[in-house]
């Protein structure tokens, strides 16, 4: 077998407004982009970590030296899921990996996979937890969409409103929130209330990671998903009883072999499947399409938020996402 070649680089994914969610407001989203080049053929996979564990570029940085013989000496999908936890680190090289075996066989990773034919993809839109002039600022400047997602800081008085705002610009639209860890317990009640009333159709993570028990016994009125509570398989079957919905993420998981497993696992259990990002560029997106052709509810809008990702604007039609094939594998 040919040596294989590591390599890596970083881009700074700037975007186009800082964006604001409970706890963080972001200016770009950094990521790590790992190639595996074998003789002619080169394998791309991009990754931005996990910006809530400490998972950033300089720490997968280190990650991948830890591994770099191991891979260019020929380690396969299989041999990585031993050497490398779950985070963006294994997200880069597992995803490299699958491209450098779609082209090598000359076969599309959807189908190496073993995933359904690509298909257009309805995907949500995000709003920040921001002054509802701002929200509707964003929102006019949005392509088409069909689904918005908006996030929450946890003031329950504030979101109201935001929630509001946006129910009356869009009530014929999908609308979901992403709380990000921002409620404890005893505000559930009256958060899930205040969302059901408005025809919202989805609460993610609405409790900080580490404190699930918060969901024990408790009766949402609408679907309740997990996001930075469930990061891989192992915690899916911790987890999977205080959940409606788990958000897969391939930063979170460390790449597409941990999420079709999860994908199954979830099948399984009867839950919803989301996928969801990071907000990398259109190279991220591409790997998360795949896992996307499974699943439920898709947000994979992080590319069109960026600066400087050419590629973006091809990808977002009329409020759906698509990856060309040839973009990403064979």
Same mark, same amino acid.
């Given at each position: 077998?040919?040596?294989? @070649?590591?390599?890596? !680089? !970083?881009?700074?994914?700037?975007?186009?407004?800082?964006?604001?969610?409970?706890?963080?407001?972001?200016?770009?989203?950094?990521?790590?982009?790992?190639?595996?080049?074998?003789?002619?053929?080169?394998?791309?996979?991009?990754?931005?970590?996990?910006?809530?564990?400490?998972?950033?570029?300089?720490?997968?940085?280190?990650?991948?030296? !830890?591994? =770099?013989?191991?891979?260019?000496?020929?380690?396969?999908?299989?041999?990585?899921?031993?050497?490398?936890? @779950?985070?963006?680190?294994?997200?880069?090289?597992?995803?490299?990996?699958?491209?450098?075996?779609?082209? =090598?066989?000359?076969?599309?990773?959807?189908?190496?996979?073993?995933?359904?034919?690509?298909?257009?993809?309805?995907?949500?839109?995000?709003?920040?937890?921001?002054?509802? *002039?701002?929200?509707?600022?964003?929102? *006019?400047?949005?392509?088409?969409?069909?689904?918005?997602?908006?996030?929450?800081?946890?003031?329950?008085? %504030?979101?109201?409103?935001?929630?509001?705002?946006?129910?009356?610009?869009?009530?014929?639209?999908?609308?979901?929130?992403?709380?990000?860890?921002?409620?404890?317990?005893?505000?559930?009640? *009256?958060?899930? %209330?205040?969302?059901?009333?408005?025809?919202?159709?989805?609460?993610?993570?609405?409790?900080?990671?580490?404190?699930?028990?918060?969901?024990?016994?408790?009766?949402?009125?609408?679907?309740?998903? @997990?996001?930075?509570?469930?990061?891989?398989?192992?915690?899916?079957?911790?987890?999977?009883? =205080?959940?409606?919905?788990?958000?897969?993420?391939?930063?979170?998981?460390?790449?597409?072999?941990? %999420?079709?497993?999860?994908?199954?696992?979830?099948? !399984?259990?009867?839950?919803?499947?989301?996928?969801?990002?990071?907000?990398?560029?259109?190279?991220?997106?591409?790997?998360?399409?795949?896992?996307?052709?499974?699943?439920?509810?898709?947000?994979?809008?992080?590319?069109?938020?960026?600066?400087?990702?050419?590629?973006?604007?091809?990808?977002?039609?009329?409020?759906?996402?698509?990856?060309?094939?040839?973009?990403?594998?064979?």
């Amino acid at each position: 077998m040919t040596r294989r @070649a590591l390599g890596y !680089r !970083r881009i700074e994914n700037r975007m186009r407004e800082p964006f604001r969610i409970s706890g963080y407001l972001f200016n770009s989203m950094p990521s790590l982009v790992a190639t595996i080049t074998e003789g002619d053929l080169v394998g791309r996979g991009e990754a931005a970590g996990v910006y809530y564990l400490g998972d950033d570029p300089d720490h997968m940085t280190a990650e991948i030296e !830890r591994v =770099r013989d191991a891979i260019e000496t020929g380690a396969d999908l299989d041999v990585l899921q031993a050497l490398l936890p @779950a985070g963006g680190a294994r997200n880069a090289l597992d995803c490299a990996l699958w491209e450098l075996e779609s082209r =090598r066989t000359g076969q599309p990773v959807w189908r190496l996979a073993g995933v359904s034919a690509p298909r257009p993809l309805v995907t949500t839109f995000t709003l920040p937890a921001d002054r509802p *002039a701002v929200i509707l600022e964003r929102l *006019a400047t949005f392509p088409p969409v069909k689904a918005l997602k908006l996030k929450l800081d946890g003031d329950l008085a %504030a979101d109201t409103d935001r929630v509001r705002t946006v129910r009356g610009a869009r009530p014929d639209i999908w609308l979901g929130v992403d709380a990000n860890q921002g409620y404890d317990g005893d505000q559930l009640d *009256a958060l899930a %209330a205040m969302l059901a009333d408005a025809g919202v159709a989805l609460l993610e993570q609405p409790i900080p990671r580490g404190s699930e028990h918060l969901l024990d016994g408790w009766r949402s009125p609408i679907p309740v998903a @997990a996001d930075e509570s469930i990061l891989d398989g192992t915690e899916l079957e911790a987890h999977r009883h =205080r959940f409606d919905v788990v958000n897969i993420k391939l930063d979170k998981c460390g790449g597409l072999t941990e %999420a079709l497993r999860m994908v199954a696992m979830a099948r !399984r259990m009867g839950l919803t499947v989301m996928v969801g990002n990071m907000a990398g560029s259109s190279l991220a997106m591409a790997p998360a399409y795949v896992i996307g052709q499974c699943c439920d509810i898709v947000d994979l809008d992080g590319a069109w938020f960026l600066t400087e990702d050419p590629d973006a604007a091809k990808l977002y039609t009329d409020g759906t996402f698509t990856v060309p094939e040839g973009f990403w594998g064979r």
